[in-house]
């Protein structure tokens, strides 16, 4: 991994709102409104948090009909421990199950 996209991956998750999207789509795929009733946010902040999760490639999203779901993207999921609740970066730990 080239270190911008280190740079971009930390800075997507150093906001409490973004750990807890992430949280929340480790368990399973979400629409937006799912995931600002979940948060108690508006629409509008949820997506803007998931562009920047977009961009940092730890979120994908995909249409099932009308709606618009998002999940964790492969790439990030393998890089989860093996119970998909910690990222282990070297430099620092997120634990993902503290932000549920």
Same mark, same amino acid.
């Given at each position: 991994?080239? +270190?911008?996209?280190?740079?971009?991956?930390?800075?997507?998750?150093?906001?409490?709102?973004?750990?807890?999207?992430? +949280?929340?789509?480790?368990?399973?795929?979400? /629409?937006? $409104?799912?995931?600002?009733?979940?948060?108690?946010?508006? *629409?509008? *902040?949820? /997506?803007?948090h &998931?562009?920047? &999760?977009?961009?940092?490639?730890?979120?994908?999203? +995909?249409?099932? $009909?009308? &709606?618009?779901? /998002?999940?964790?993207?492969?790439?990030?999921?393998?890089r989860? +421990?093996?119970?998909?609740?910690?990222?282990?970066? $070297?430099?620092?730990?997120? *634990?993902?199950?503290?932000?549920?």
């Amino acid at each position: 991994m080239e +270190s911008q996209d280190w740079v971009h991956l930390l800075k997507a998750l150093a906001d409490e709102t973004r750990l807890r999207i992430v +949280s929340l789509l480790l368990n399973e795929p979400l /629409s937006v $409104g799912q995931l600002a009733e979940r948060l108690d946010a508006t *629409n509008y *902040n949820v /997506s803007k948090h &998931l562009r920047i &999760l977009r961009e940092a490639g730890v979120v994908t999203s +995909s249409k099932h $009909g009308r &709606l618009l779901q /998002s999940s964790i993207t492969p790439a990030f999921r393998r890089r989860l +421990s093996d119970d998909q609740t910690v990222l282990d970066l $070297g430099c620092c730990r997120f *634990n993902f199950d503290h932000f549920e």
